[in-house]
């Protein structure tokens, strides 16, 4: 059983930065990659950035390249930190970030995950 917490959402104007946490506790996490997703309104939840669990590769959307950066602070095994850097904000980043985690593969897939977060509210002002 994984539980994750995100934190760090918030109100920012286009053109600025945000810092998402994702707090994950449970057993041996290290077998688990985790990952961003966000949700707008009205639209379906779609695939942010991975940091796959054996070699610490990530992977990030086009939308998000280049102005998101996704980092794991994995030096505790039972107690684990998911991090993204936000940078560069546009409105169209508004949304509910979550995270998730997973021991499969194919981590562009939201229906790979088997553990979520309740979600952190990003909203971007123009």
């Not at 917490?5 to 053109?15: C, F, P, T």
């Not at 041996?28 to 990952?35: D, F, G, K, N, P």
């Not at 509910?96 to 971007?124: F, I, K, M, N, P």
Request: with cysteine; proline share 2%.
């Amino acid at each position: 059983q994984v539980q994750l917490v995100e934190s760090g959402g918030g109100l920012v104007q286009a053109g600025g930065s945000l810092r998402l946490s994702c707090a994950a506790s449970g057993r041996t996490l290290r077998v688990y990659s985790m990952a961003w997703f966000r949700q707008a309104p009205g639209k379906e939840r779609e695939f942010v950035a991975f940091m796959r669990r054996n070699d610490g590769k990530p992977g990030v959307a086009d939308s998000v390249k280049g102005r998101f950066t996704i980092s794991r602070d994995n030096t505790k095994d039972t107690l684990n930190t998911l991090y993204l850097h936000m940078d560069s904000l546009k409105p169209e980043d508004t949304a509910v970030y979550y995270c998730a985690a997973t021991t499969g593969d194919r981590l562009y897939s939201e229906s790979r995950y088997d553990y979520w977060g309740q979600g952190t509210q990003v909203t971007v002002s123009s």
